[in-house]
């Protein structure tokens, strides 16, 4: 048996934490430089906000309804999931954490020694509340599509109070008639319209289709996902997944970029982000793309695409610094005022297989690996290179930040008694 337990609209949720005013108040978060609505809970979809769609759009219904709209608060939200993910993991002796806001746990080994799985979720939930406040629904069934399914009842089905634990057949089958195709886990909306060609409009009709012609006609994971549906292993998670072939990093920035200074700045933010993701997983840079331009929604796209090519490999913040600052001199335009940049890592080889050279330049892995503990202890940023500029006036918008509390010293809640 496997559950998968996902926190309710967790940016929203994570905003209420520390603002217990918040609760049963419609909240909405905004992408990066406040731009689209990226997060709502379910008191703002019934006001009629969008998922998706732009702010400035939205923000005459959420002056007129009350909807607190806020900015993106990555800090916060990083620390609560991981405060999250390791009360979770207490429940099951094995966990995959599947994103910030999504873990699946394994029963293998304890199953069927828990006498009661919906009374062993719902003391999860309860655990969750407790220790971070934030408030979960957990689907449990025999396959991971089958959790999924569950974590659907649990979240959207009424009666279930978001715990769910499909234990028969005649329950798998009810849940599965309530579902759009497209409502299942890996069926995606081209997948669905394909599916009601043939007259397959729910889950429940997917799951009675026969294995052999879902894999002839579409894929062998749409006949993964017919088996799990009616109860078979198909699908795992991996303990060790497959590095990256490539790294990109790239934002828009919140004021445009009209000076050299300030272009060489944002592109060495990108590098140094870029550089500390090869190094998490093992990886050196043989070339390096560097870009910018301005928005798509101008007259007239302009900007410039510089490739650079390392003589030996690297992830060394300091090189791929200098080689960005060197791309931003040669193909700086003052007329153009840039919007969207960043760099990529597009030809990576393995650190761990790399043959040595005689002549190799001034890599220090002992450096980076210095600047990477710190910046692990004590925060992202808390280290950096001078050429990432001290106070960015490029950097992302987010006027309605509300604070870090979990992360920033002078941003930690004071209790007066």
Known sequence: MYALVDANSFYCS???VFRPEWRNRPIIVLSNNDGCIVAANRLAKEAGIKKFGPYFEAKRLCEQKGIIALSSNYELYGSLSASMMEVI???????????IDESFLSFKHCYPAIPCLTEHALKLRRAVW??????????????????????????????????????????????????????????????????????IHNAYALSQMKAGIA????????????????????????????????????????????????????????????AAKARTQGSLCKSMLVFASNSPFDEQLNGFKYLHHFAFPTNDTY?????????????FNPTIRYYKIG??????CSEANLQGDLFEGGRNPSKMLVLDK????????????????????????????TPQYTTRWKDIPLIKC
């Open 374 to 401: 710190i910046n692990a202890k004590y925060g992202t940023d808390t280290l950096f290179l001078a050429a990432q500029g001290i106070s960015q006036k490029w950097g992302m918008r987010r006027e309605m930040l």
């Open 130 to 199: 407790k220790e971070t406040r934030l408030p979960v629904c957990v689907g449990i069934g025999e396959t991971l599509t089958l959790a999924k399914v569950a974590n659907h009842a649990a979240k959207k089905l009424p009666g279930y109070n978001g715990v769910c634990a499909i234990t028969n057949n005649e329950q798998r089958s009810a849940i599965l008639k309530t579902m759009k195709t497209n409502d299942v886990w890996g069926v995606g909306g081209r997948i669905a319209k394909r599916l009601a060609t043939m007259n």
């Open 14 to 16: 994570a905003e209420q």
């Open 319 to 331: 090189e791929l610094i200098e080689a960005a600052t060197q791309a931003a001199m040669v193909r």
């Open 343 to 348: 760099v990529g890592l597009i030809n990576l």
């Open 89 to 99: 993991g207490r429940f099951a002796p094995q966990q995959h954490i599947y994103s």
């Open 215 to 274: 894999r002839k006609q579409f894929s062998i994971e749409l006949e993964r996902t017919v088996r799990e549906l009616n109860g078979e292993v198909c699908k795992t998670w991996d303990e060790a997944r497959a590095d990256k072939k490539q790294i990109f990093s790239t934002r828009s920035v919140g004021n445009r970029v009209t000076d050299l200074p300030s272009l060489c700045q944002a592109l060495s933010k990108h590098a140094s982000t870029a």
